[in-house]
């Protein structure tokens, strides 16, 4: 079985530049997450998805983030400007009816 | 709003000990989640735990559950160097949330 692919691994762009991350979640599995993690800390949600429906985007920045979950598969999360503050890794999760979550490799953004 | 705490947030002990992680919760739930994450690395599912009273094991590690005191524990037994990780736990109410992790060194 596949697990959650995310692209991509890597990403340096400059302030006030946009940027666009993808997740492909298991196949079957209706929950999406996005999660941002600083270094050293825990995993921060940003939206959670069931199917294509956002359910809670209550920690997304709405005035540069947004995200989208076509036909409730894939999953892309943009930022846009870039502030130097968003470096971090940015993490793909998904779940089959809130049971046990499966994480992706993530993205590294750094800010410059 | 739900908040997550783990304790201790650093720890370094010697192999062949044991010990144990705590974490606690402010909201009732009853889905807790362990994860372990190596450095540079995605977070690796441990446990989950689903009913007050749950216990998991597997290998050195052992967690439990309960709900009535909004506490979770992950407990180490005869630690190995192969354990070092930072271990997160995580509760669900809807969402997923995370407390900030703790971090395992353990030394010969």
């Known amino acids: 079985e596949a697990g959650v692919v995310q692209s991509p691994r890597y990403k340096i762009i400059e302030k006030k530049q946009p940027v666009a991350f993808w997740c492909n979640p298991i196949s079957g599995h209706n929950t999406l997450y996005w999660y941002l993690q600083n270094l050293g800390q825990g995993p921060e949600l940003l939206i959670r998805y069931e199917n294509e429906e956002a359910v809670d985007d209550s920690q997304l920045p709405k005035d540069r983030f947004s995200a989208e979950r076509l036909k409730g598969v894939d999953s892309t999360l943009k930022i846009q400007p870039a502030e130097l503050g968003d470096s971090a890794v940015y993490l793909c999760?998904?779940?089959?009816?809130?049971?046990?979550?499966?994480f992706g490799q993530g993205t590294r953004l750094t800010v410059v | 709003e739900l908040k997550v705490e783990q304790n201790p947030l650093f720890l370094s002990m010697q192999e062949g000990k044991n010990y144990t992680i705590y974490c606690n919760y402010s909201?009732?739930?009853?889905?807790l989640y362990w994860y372990r994450q190596d450095p540079g690395k995605s977070l690796e599912s441990l446990f989950v735990l689903l009913s007050n009273g749950a216990v998991k094991q597997e290998g050195r590690l052992m967690a439990s559950l309960d709900t009535k005191a909004r506490l979770s524990t992950l407990h180490i037994t005869a630690a190995v160097h192969d354990l070092s990780a930072t271990y997160f736990c995580a509760v669900s109410v809807g969402d997923m949330r995370f407390g900030a992790g703790t971090r395992l060194t353990v030394k010969p």
């Open positions: 909201t009732t739930s009853d889905r």
């Open positions: 999760a998904s779940s089959s009816r809130g049971l046990r979550a499966f």
